[in-house]
């Protein structure tokens, strides 16, 4: 465990749960990957260097900080084109926290959303049927 781990103290004293921050990464990345109109999870530097020292699997585009039971996530994202940010943003905090807060029983003292492009692909579902006939 590292230093950015959080102890869950057992009140009947049969022992301790420790939460690694690499949980609620893993969380907050899934939770945030699936709201309408992220295109995808941007690498921040830090994802940038844990992969230059050899961390696999990181899921890239989420930051934790955690404060005694308090916990402070960064999230940087590329939203898809047509989008109302704000909207995406705010579904985003609002499902982050909530799926935080029930798995693990902190507190989610803060939510930034960094914006970090937009995706001007089209969606291959939606694309014209000559388009869906290639694909096949």
Do not use: C
Request: charged share 25%; no cysteine.
């Amino acid at each position: 465990m590292t230093e950015n781990d959080m102890t869950v103290s057992n009140t009947d004293n049969t022992g301790q749960v420790k939460i690694s921050s690499d949980v609620i990464v893993v969380i907050a990345h899934t939770v945030a990957s699936e709201v309408e109109g992220v295109a995808a999870m941007n690498a921040n530097i830090a994802d940038n260097i844990s992969s230059v020292l050899g961390r696999k699997n990181v899921p890239k585009g989420v930051k934790v900080e955690i404060d005694d039971n308090d916990v402070t996530i960064d999230l940087y994202i590329i939203v898809n084109y047509g989008a109302r940010i704000p909207e995406v943003a705010w579904k985003i905090q609002e499902r982050v926290k909530t799926a935080v807060e029930s798995m693990t029983g902190m507190n989610v003292a803060s939510i930034n959303i960094h914006v970090q492009g937009v995706s001007f692909e089209k969606n291959k579902e939606s694309g014209t049927e000559e388009e869906q006939t290639e694909l096949r």
